[in-house]
Nanobody, 120 residues
């Protein structure tokens, strides 16, 4: 499985970005998600989406502002981020796992990061 993330950029606070992660391989076999790592901080879980009817999970700090979705026809997972804050500034990583993605698990697969910078 290979993951390729893109869509990062620089925005002002309150702005929006949509991150995309293109997946090669058995897309429907994996739980998909996003993590992020801010300068000087550990990588943290942001959001995940399951198989089938696609249950979604978010870290509290992005609930209500971010939406994760997946498009099986395009083998792509998205993270729509609205009302961005300076504290959302980080490198965002796409991830995949056969069973679960959360703050306490290590994904089977990582994509390269994409930088998101939010200025105040």
């Amino acid at each position: 499985v290979q993951l390729q993330a893109f869509g990062g950029g620089s925005v002002q606070a309150g702005g929006s970005l949509r991150l995309s992660c293109a997946v090669s391989g058995s897309f429907e076999s994996y739980v998909m998600g996003w993590f992020r790592q801010a300068p000087g901080k550990e990588r943290e879980f942001v959001a995940a989406i399951g198989w089938g009817r696609a249950s979604t999970y978010y870290v509290d700090s992005v609930k209500g502002r971010c939406t994760i979705s997946r498009d099986s026809a395009k083998n792509t997972v998205y993270l729509q981020m609205n009302s961005l804050k300076p504290e959302d500034t980080a490198v965002y990583y796409c991830a995949a796992d056969a069973t679960r993605l959360s703050a306490t698990t290590t994904p089977m697969y990582w994509g390269q990061g994409t930088q998101v910078t939010v200025s105040s």
